[in-house]
T-cell receptor
Framework: GAGVSQSPSNKVTEKGKDVELRCDPISGHTALYWYRQSLGQGLEFLIYFQGNSAPDKSGLPSDRFSAERTGGSVSTLTIQRTQQEDSAVYLC????????????FGQGTRLTVV | GNSVTQMEGPVTLSEEAFLTINCTYTATGYPSLFWYVQYPGEGLQLLLKATKADDKGSNKGFEATYRKETTSFHLEKGSVQVSDSAVYFCALPLNSGNTPLVFGKGTRLSVIA
C-alpha cells in the first residue's frame, strides 16, 4: 500500500487477555518502529527492527511485551496478560535505510483494557 | 542518546496570531531535526525537517531553523488558522544513523476564530 497500515484500528480487551497488533510498513522500508502514545505522556519508543539485525528491544516496558517481524516486512506486537495501564495508542512507523531520515507513521491502534 | 525538550502546552491563540513553540535538543554531532504534527483523529505526519546546522525547514507556512549555537529548533508561524489546531512534536534520532526518533512530549495548539 501507499502508507503504513495498522490493524485493528481499535481494540477493547479484558484485563488478563493477550492481544496482537499488526503493522504493514511501506514496501521497501527496512526499518520498523513501534511506539506507544499515552494520554499526556508523548511518544514512548518500544522496539526497533532494522533489516535482518537483531531488534532493539530496549524500550519494551515489561516481558509481557514482545514483537516480531516476519520476512522483513509485517510486524506483530504482542501484549500478554494485558493490564489497564497498557491502554494507549500503539503506533507503528517505518523508514527507508538512508540514515537520519524521517519516519512514516500509521494511524495507530487504540487499545483499551477494561 | 540524544534528547529533546519541548515547550508544553496547551497553547490557545486567536486566528492570525503569531505562533512559537520552543524546542531545544541535546545531541552528539548534528543530527537531522524534525517537527511532526498530529491533527485531531489522525496519525502523526511530518511537518518539516532540517538536515544540517543553519538549515530552515518550512511547510504550510510553518518554519523552523536549525540553530546549533543555541541547540534549538523552534517552530514558528506568522499567522495561524483554525485548521492549524493540532498537537505538534519536535523530534530527532536517538543516535546517529538510522535509529528511532525520540520525541518531545507534544504541544497542543488550539486556534479560535
Amino acid at each position: 500500500g501507499a502508507g503504513v497500515s495498522q490493524s485493528p484500528s481499535n481494540k477493547v480487551t479484558e484485563k488478563g487477555k493477550d492481544v496482537e497488533l499488526r503493522c504493514d510498513p511501506i514496501s521497501g522500508h527496512t526499518a520498523l518502529y513501534w511506539y506507544r502514545q499515552s494520554l499526556g505522556q508523548g511518544l514512548e519508543f518500544l522496539i526497533y527492527f532494522q533489516g535482518n539485525s537483531a531488534p532493539d528491544k530496549s524500550g519494551l516496558p515489561s516481558d509481557r511485551f514482545s514483537a516480531e517481524r516476519t520476512g522483513g516486512s509485517v510486524s506483530t506486537l504482542t501484549i500478554q496478560r494485558t493490564q489497564q495501564e497498557d491502554s494507549a495508542v500503539y503506533l507503528c512507523a517505518s523508514s527507508p535505510d538512508r540514515g537520519n531520515t524521517e519516519a512514516f507513521f500509521g494511524q495507530g491502534t487504540r487499545l483499551t483494557v477494561v | 542518546g540524544n534528547s529533546v525538550t519541548q515547550m508544553e502546552g496547551p497553547v490557545t491563540l486567536s486566528e492570525e496570531a503569531f505562533l512559537t513553540i520552543n524546542c531545544t535538543y541535546t545531541a552528539t554531532g548534528y543530527p537531522s531535526l524534525f517537527w511532526y504534527v498530529q491533527y485531531p483523529g489522525e496519525g502523526l505526519q511530518l511537518l518539516l525537517k532540517a538536515t544540517k546546522a543553519d538549515d530552515k525547514g518550512s511547510n504550510k507556512g510553518f518554519e523552523a531553523t536549525y540553530r546549533k549555537e543555541t541547540t534549538s529548533f523552534h517552530l514558528e508561524k506568522g499567522s495561524v488558522q483554525v485548521s492549524d489546531s493540532a498537537v505538534y512534536f519536535c523530534a530527532l534520532p536517538l543516535n546517529s544513523g538510522n535509529t528511532p526518533l525520540v520525541f518531545g512530549k507534544g504541544t497542543r495548539l488550539s486556534v479560535i476564530a
